[in-house]
């Protein structure tokens, strides 16, 4: 299973200090257990108001991704191999070259 992205991050976060919230530990409290205070103190009013749905990370808008996740799964393994795997001279990652590998592994252009 893949790492969590920084949004899954946060939103876990949130909810966790919710859950500490809801336990009865004060603000001050959850921010010594590792959740900054500032993101506590923005945590409870919204989840007074509207439970944990009030907490759940919004659906980036604008351009859907030109990637299924499928084809990220195979960048990934592609650029894992290396550079010189794909034939450059060196294991050196430009943009350039990213955009290569995802050309050849995906057909997608990305420029």
């Known amino acids: 299973m893949p790492p969590l992205t920084w949004p899954q991050t946060a939103e876990a976060r ?33 989840h007074r108001e509207g439970g944990t749905a009030a907490l759940r990370r919004c659906v980036a808008s604008g351009r859907p991704p030109k990637l299924a996740e499928s084809q990220v799964e195979r960048v990934r393994a592609g650029l894992e191999a290396g550079a010189r795997a794909h034939g450059f001279d060196s294991e050196l990652w430009t943009l350039e070259r990213v955009g290569r590998v995802v050309e050849w592994t995906t057909g997608v252009a990305l420029a």
Do not use: H, I, N
């Not at 809801?22 to 603000?27: A, N, P, T, V, W």
């Open 14 to 46: 949130r909810m966790r200090a919710a859950e500490l919230l809801e336990q009865g530990q004060s603000q001050v409290e959850v921010a010594r257990m590792g959740e900054p205070r500032p993101r506590a103190c923005g945590v409870e009013a919204p």
